[in-house]
């Protein structure tokens, strides 16, 4: 069955955005290499919230120009009034119903790959739920002392982690943990 896996780049100081809302910062020093490559060819779904979703310009773009080109999940309270472009690879379902719902949903899509769970308030829901099977932190090499939190509302919760994966590249270094659930 295909693993819950809530993925991102965050600064050093944890956080997923710059306090005007853009991650061009973020992304300055990543540099895919096989074994990150390697790790983006096993993803089979995403789930998105509606935030990260709106973060292109165009919602088209998705099916043109997107680096996972697998079912996308969107987990919304409005729907757009237009839906967007897809292609035979990727789709975009947009739900309503709560992050269970979406997860269910992209693990059915994804099959025997893995659903990447973008998105600090989704992934928040998600962890809070018990859905997140690992957690993929790419490290940028800079404090932004600003912005988007990654874990922001998790402050009641306790959560164990067991380190089974590191990949370095020049310029970053992203941890994957194994979410140890609750007996």
Do not use: W
Not at 29 to 47: C, D, H, L, R, Y
Not at 87 to 99: A, K, Q
Not at 111 to 139: F, M, P, T
């Amino acid at each position: 069955m295909a693993k819950a896996c809530f993925g991102m780049i965050v600064s050093l100081d944890g956080f997923i955005n710059d306090g005007a809302g853009k991650l061009d910062k973020l992304y300055e020093s990543f540099e895919p290499n096989e074994e990150i490559n390697e790790v983006m060819a096993k993803t089979g779904a995403m789930v998105m919230g509606r935030r990260t979703y709106d973060m292109t310009d165009d919602s088209d773009a998705y099916a043109d120009d997107y680096e996972f080109q697998v079912p996308i999940f969107v987990l919304t309270h409005h729907p757009p009034a237009k839906h967007p472009k897809e292609n035979d690879d990727l789709s975009i379902t947009l739900v309503t119903e709560g992050i269970e719902t979406a997860v269910r949903k992209a693990r059915a899509a994804a099959g025997e790959k893995d659903v990447v769970i973008l998105g600090a308030d989704i992934g928040q829901q998600a962890l809070r739920a018990n859905l997140v099977d690992e957690l993929q932190i790419a490290i940028a090499p800079l404090l932004l002392g600003t912005g988007t939190r990654m874990f922001e509302h998790l402050e009641d919760m306790e959560i164990h982690l067991e380190k089974i994966r590191t990949i370095e590249s020049r310029r970053q270094v992203e941890i994957h943990y194994k979410v140890i659930k609750p007996s």
